[in-house]
């Protein structure tokens, strides 16, 4: 070989290099995790795997998620990937900010739409679109300290399984001299309220949209009753779900309702034996409803990298076998999960997730969920009774419907 | 423009360019942020149209909405009730204790400066810290009130409507009283001893003084302690965030945090901007007292 095809030979090889060790993509990921968990996890995992990809993972609080994301879009620097909270994913789709993800899962021989419970798979699905895929999801479930059953005569194997024997139970449970309240929920006005108020009018039929009903009255009252006989503290109103159950934790409330994220501190500051069971019907045999918690993956219809972004979603999506034990969330589809943590708590949770249904979806839901708050909080402080309060959520929740 | 090259050659027209940048920072600043309020508060906004200025304009709807909304009357009285009583008793407590430290006693200046210490705390701490006083069910207050027998049943401060608002204007107050304490105390040290002691040398009481002597020379610092106050209080946003969150049910909610909640939690930008205007006007007012009272500091 001379020289010429030497150098030839040379500059072809630099060229084939130049193409292998190409610049790595670059995906910009936001998340609300912080360093250490699931995101940070598997960006690390991902780019292991995937060496060309590169993952720059950012943190934004809950809170702040979906101002951001409006900031960012309108300043054109959004991220390719991020998550987005259940009830938020149609605000983003219907202004076509988010990409369709239907032909990609079409392609896809990982992910399988009919694997996906209804309630996520409601939560992603905007107008016929697919606008994401759940990362995992979360549900509520009665907590109960089993030792307080004891106790107080209750067989903590049969534990309430009506909104009838949960009112008896709470009332037998309730011990004021020693301040231990019988249940702790949330009646807060945000978005914790919506989110623990809907299953219970969902059991009697009812939904966001049609929430003038008989049964969502007689969730109120008997909320109302909880706080007003004192089997409930009067900062229900007030309190939030990791609240409250810190009250079920230090023995002070026998029973709460609240999720799967309650566990890992559960377990460190319980002394006392906790079970979970489903959330109590309004009458043997009624239809069960639950809520749908946490949040999805979802890919900006913005980015320059699609095909990278959805190949690292699908990534995350092929790991949901590991999400309850690894990161506590309930896994969002049909996977089988060997070995679980809590394993009788983690079946009840699986069990409820079949039920847990999404909030809207609706584009404007922040203004249908301030309604149901309204209504909750009047009702339960007495401004107004039950139906004249689910009255006037159901013709503000028109205005906005139409 | 020739006045501009002299400043660096002769200083002349450097006045000029001082106030070009105050000005310069006051349009920029002030002017358009205030515009812009209005501007919004006539238009359809939502997070997405944040970034255009081509929104819809919708003339004074969001003024109807606002005010045909059945909970505007009670937020207003709750902003009237949250600003008259915290301005009132924190001028009453500061004036009273800056008497107090204007007498010589060993320890004063110490204890003065322990007063501070609500002034320098971040009002979100604070928040943390009276939400664990007035916690219902485990409150330090609840506790010392049932163990002294004063009262006989656990009061929820935070969560009965009957008295969630008196609970953030308490810890509001406390928050205020340094502020007022500090600024009369500066009024106070400039009034002479000697009027004082002639006053007294002709036989005047104690409270004659204070009602001849005191309030009259202290009316230039207690206008602009009261306006300022009222500034500050309806500014006061952390405690709020912190304490009740205007709940339950609006029954502690004042304009200020209401505006936040439209704009940022409900994202109807719009009507957040028409209450931001409102208090605006009733600020301009109060200003307008506070110029006048500092005004009148100059004539005397």
Redesign the interface.
């Known amino acids: 070989m001379n020289m010429k095809g030497l150098i030839l030979a040379g500059a072809a090889w630099g060229a084939l290099t130049a193409t292998a060790f190409a610049e790595p993509v670059e995906l910009d990921l936001w998340t609300i995790d912080d360093p250490g968990e699931y995101h940070y996890v598997m960006a690390e995992e991902f780019m292991a795997a995937h060496p060309e990809i590169r993952i720059n993972v950012r943190t934004v609080q809950f809170d702040d998620m ?2 951001d994301l ?2 960012g ?3 054109g620097d959004a991220p390719d990937i991020t998550y987005i909270d259940n009830p938020e994913v149609a605000l983003f789709a219907s ?1 076509g ?1 988010l990409l369709d993800l239907t032909p990609y899962i079409e392609a896809s021989d990982i992910v399988n739409t009919e694997d996906i419970y209804p309630g996520p798979l409601a939560s992603v699905s905007y107008d016929g679109g697919i606008y994401g895929l759940p990362r995992g999801a979360n549900t509520i479930a009665l907590y109960y300290n089993a030792d307080m059953f004891r106790e107080a005569g209750l067989d903590p194997d049969n534990p309430p399984k009506t909104w009838d024997e949960l009112y008896e139970a709470a009332k037998v449970l309730t011990r004021p001299e020693e ?1 231990i309240y019988g249940l702790a929920f949330s009646a ?3 978005e914790e309220g919506t989110f623990q108020f809907l299953p219970w009018v969902q059991m009697t039929g009812g939904d966001y949209d049609n929430i003038a009903t008989e049964g969502a009255a007689r969730t109120l009252e008997l909320w109302k009753s909880f706080i007003g006989e004192g089997l409930a ?7 939030g779900q990791w609240d409250s159950t810190g ?1 079920f934790n230090t023995g ?1 409330a026998a029973m709460v309702i609240s999720g799967p994220w309650e566990l890992p501190r559960m377990s460190k500051e319980a002394d006392f034996e906790f079970r979970a069971t489903l959330l109590p019907v309004p009458e043997e045999g009624a239809e069960r409803a639950s809520a749908l918690g946490e949040g999805d993956n979802v890919i900006l219809a913005s980015s320059d990298n699609p095909d990278e972004a959805f190949k690292f979603i699908e990534f995350l999506y092929a790991d949901m076998d590991r999400v309850w034990n690894d990161f506590g969330y309930l896994p969002a589809s049909e996977v089988e999960v060997t070995d679980p943590k809590f394993p009788e708590i983690y079946a009840v949770f699986a069990e409820s997730m079949k039920y847990a249904r999404n909030r809207g979806p609706h584009p404007e839901w ?2 249908i969920s ?1 309604a149901l708050q ?1 209504a909750i ?2 009702t ?2 007495g ?1 107004a009774d039950a139906a004249e309060a689910l009255t ?1 959520a159901q013709s503000a929740i028109d205005r906005v419907l139409q | 423009m020739s006045r501009f090259k002299n400043t660096f050659s002769d200083g002349v027209g450097f006045d000029t360019i001082l106030v070009m940048i105050a000005l310069g920072y006051l349009v920029l600043f002030s002017a358009f942020p205030l515009v812009y309020n209005i501007v919004m508060s006539m238009q359809e906004v939502d ?2 149209s ?3 200025f081509d929104r819809p304009f919708v003339g004074l709807d969001n003024y109807r909405d606002v005010l045909g909304r ?1 909970e505007t009357m009670q937020i207003f009285f709750n902003t009237v009730k949250f600003v008259g009583f915290s301005v009132a008793a924190q001028l009453a407590i500061g004036f009273g204790l800056a008497m107090f430290f204007q007498l010589d006693f060993p320890g004063n200046t110490w204890l003065r400066g322990l007063f501070l210490a609500g002034w320098i705390m971040p009002a979100i701490v604070v928040g943390g810290v009276w939400s664990w006083i007035l ?4 409150g330090v207050l609840n506790h010392i009130l049932l163990a002294t027998g004063l009262g006989d049943e656990k009061i ?1 401060w ?4 009957e008295f969630a608002l008196y609970s953030v204007i308490l810890a509001n107050i406390w928050l205020g009283v340094p502020f007022n304490m500090i600024l009369l105390s500066v009024g106070l040290s400039g009034i002479s001893e000697d009027v004082y002691e002639a006053a007294q040398m002709d036989g005047a009481t104690r409270i004659q003084r204070f009602f001849t002597i005191t309030l009259p020379l202290m009316r230039a610092q207690l206008g602009a302690v009261i306006s300022l106050g009222v500034i500050f209080t309806l500014q006061q946003f952390d405690l709020f965030a912190s304490l ?8 502690s909610n004042v304009f200020q945090y209401w505006s936040w909640q439209l704009s ?5 930008i719009g009507v957040g901007s028409v209450i931001s205007v409102l208090m605006i006007l009733f600020v301009v007012l109060v200003a307008a007292v506070y110029v006048r009272s500092t005004r009148h500091e100059h004539v005397a």
């Open positions: 979906v101002n409006a900031r879009i309108a300043a202004r900010m301040n807060q006005a945000s503290s009067p900062d229900t109103l007030i309190r009250t002070s922040p203004k301030k309204t909080q009047t339960l402080t401004q006037q | 997070l997405f944040l970034a255009s059945p916690a219902g069910d485990f929820f935070l969560s009965d409507p009740t969150q205007g709940g339950p049910s609006n029954a940022f939690q409900n994202y109807e």
